[in-house]
């Protein structure tokens, strides 16, 4: 299914009666990889989720965004397709979650317009990471060498140069990326989000894979410190992205939290 929002053509799936859930992707993912969420969820709620603009078949934003402009998209999305909606539940992967947190943390019930009853965090971004000695080594580099191609004159010469060292020294999902969605990537992960956890105050489901190497263990353990009413179920052997690679236990503990018959 597809519906304009703001110009973009955005791509979205809707399945399922009850309660509205509305799933919110990660980086460099679509809404297809929660296909296992929605066969169980639907089941008791109806479940919404989109491919944000510049991922799967959504058409990308035209200039870069930091993750309130993904706030704006979402509230949008959800005012043009379900403007009676009192209450709705989030779930959010990685970069879903940031939204999510961002949301909550700088819009009140009035300006969204609903009520947020309870969230679902999966393996989510949102604290900013310490550098490690070999990544600050790494960005060191990077410096270095973007200072001597400005210097010399090269990159004026041939303005690629500096794309090509971005490149080499960027993460991969920095590399897949488009140059728009590539300055939206350095604007939401260069983002700390910890200020506003403790505002997320509604019950609030934290689920993580141990050996998530993205978005460790610790941020989950931490957000649960900040967050009121968080709860952190880990699942033992799962990566990134727990709610694939241990789909069983995630739908297991996602029912227990939204009382979804198993």
């Known amino acids: 299914?597809?519906?304009?929002?703001?110009?973009?053509?955005?791509?979205?799936?809707?399945e399922g009666e009850g309660p509205l859930l509305i799933l919110l992707h990660g980086w460099g993912s679509n809404v297809d990889l929660f296909d296992g969420i929605f066969k169980f969820a639907s089941k008791?709620?109806?479940?919404?989720?989109?491919?944000?603009?510049?991922?799967?078949?959504?058409?990308?934003?035209?200039?870069?965004?930091?993750?309130?402009?993904?706030?704006?998209?979402?509230?949008?999305?959800?005012?043009?397709?379900?403007?009676?909606?009192?209450?709705?539940?989030?779930?959010?992967?990685?970069?879903?979650g940031r939204v999510i947190i961002k949301m909550i943390g700088t819009k009140s019930e009035e300006e969204l317009g609903f009520k947020i009853p309870r969230v679902i965090l999966t393996d989510s971004a949102g604290i900013k990471p310490v550098p490690s000695g070999?990544?600050?080594?790494?960005?060191?580099?990077?410096?270095?060498?973007?200072?001597?191609?400005?210097?010399?004159?090269?990159?004026?010469?041939?303005?690629?140069?500096?794309?090509?060292?971005?490149?080499?020294?960027?993460?991969?999902?920095?590399?897949a990326a488009s140059p728009v969605m590539r300055n939206c990537l350095v604007k939401v992960v260069n983002e700390d989000l910890a200020p506003y956890m403790p505002k997320v105050t509604m019950p609030a489901?934290?689920?993580?894979?141990?050996?998530?190497?993205?978005?460790?263990?610790?941020?989950?353990?931490?957000?649960?410190?900040?967050?009121?009413?968080?709860?952190?179920?880990?699942?033992?052997?799962?990566?990134?992205y727990s709610f694939l690679d241990n789909q069983y236990m995630f739908n297991k503990i996602l029912g227990s939290f939204l009382?979804?018959?198993?």
Not at 220 to 240: C, R, S
């Open 44 to 96: 008791k709620y109806h479940v919404v989720g989109m491919d944000m603009p510049g991922f799967g078949k959504s058409d990308e934003p035209k200039e870069p965004w930091e993750v309130s402009d993904f706030v704006e998209f979402v509230i949008k999305f959800v005012k043009k397709l379900f403007p009676d909606e009192k209450e709705i539940m989030f779930l959010g992967h990685s970069m879903g």
């Open 259 to 262: 009382k979804i018959d198993f």
């Open 134 to 175: 070999k990544q600050s080594s790494k960005t060191k580099r990077y410096k270095f060498c973007k200072n001597v191609l400005i210097k010399t004159g090269i990159a004026k010469m041939f303005p690629d140069t500096l794309e090509n060292l971005k490149k080499k020294f960027g993460s991969a999902d920095y590399a």
């Open 205 to 240: 489901l934290l689920i993580w894979g141990d050996q998530d190497t993205a978005t460790p263990l610790s941020n989950g353990q931490q957000m649960e410190k900040l967050m009121p009413e968080a709860g952190l179920a880990v699942i033992p052997g799962a990566g990134h």
């Open 1 to 14: 299914m597809n519906i304009d929002i703001d110009g973009l053509k955005i791509n979205y799936r809707d």
